[in-house]
């Protein structure tokens, strides 16, 4: 869905795109050999953009002349594209970050933003202990959408995703259910994974497995915003 919505831009080969938070750099690849995107991708943690050009390196096999596009490294100003998948519900100042995005855009450029872990009315305290929260208030819709008023961007477009990708992925993979197996031995047992992979890995491992039970159930939600900001290049 992100990568279509991308394409409804109808951005020109050779945009200037910068992957925030861009992990190991799955996306910045495909934005680059998809569309021919020129893409800086950005990420703080130095193993992760180790990943990313380990994987430029096999990736020209598949895009010839893809190595010339995708650079790993600090992000530079007049991008045309943010693009940020999953990675604001670990900000704590949100303003912050939409004000940098804002900053490294062109007039008429787009932020195109995906977040997983917002909660819904259901979410309750008790909740949190087996899926906690990094950043509360960056989990938050009315925070979030606060800190996009305040930054002047315009939203194009908002999509909430509830179960739906949850109930797809349950019918082509099954993958849910299988969480939902884990989180049930994660918890009748603790000590004995606990024993076996120590407390913050067992922490972890439960809140992976509730992340997707809560989706599918409606306590957690996703959303996409499209975010324009006004004016034209010159």
Do not use: N
Request: proline content about 5%; some cysteine.
């Amino acid at each position: 869905m992100l990568y279509e919505m991308t394409g409804a831009l109808h951005l020109p080969q050779g945009t200037k795109v910068v992957d925030v938070g861009c992990g190991d750099g799955r996306h910045a690849l495909q934005l680059a050999g998809r569309f021919g995107f020129r893409v800086t991708a950005i990420d703080p943690v130095e193993y992760q953009v180790a990943m990313g050009r380990t994987s430029l390196k096999a990736a020209e096999e598949e895009h010839p002349g893809i190595a010339d596009r995708v650079v790993f490294s600090v992000g530079d100003a007049s991008q045309d594209l943010v693009w940020c998948r999953d990675v604001l519900s670990h900000v704590v100042r949100l303003d912050d970050a939409y004000g940098e995005f804002w900053r490294v855009l062109r007039p008429g450029g787009h932020a195109l933003i995906y977040q997983s872990v917002f909660v819904t009315e259901r979410f309750g305290p008790a909740d949190e202990s087996m899926h906690p929260l990094d950043v509360p208030s960056s989990a938050d819709p009315a925070c979030a959408e606060a800190a996009i008023a305040v930054s002047g961007f315009s939203v194009s477009t908002r999509i909430e995703v509830g179960s739906e990708w949850g109930e797809h992925l349950q019918e082509t993979t099954g993958e849910p259910g299988r969480r939902l197996l884990h989180a049930a031995r994660l918890l009748r047992d603790p000590e004995r994974y606990i024993s076996k992979y120590g407390p913050e890995m067992y922490r972890l491992m439960v809140a992976d497995c509730m992340w997707h039970i809560f989706r599918m159930i409606g306590k957690l939600s996703g959303r996409i915003y499209l975010l324009s900001k006004p004016g034209s290049a010159a």
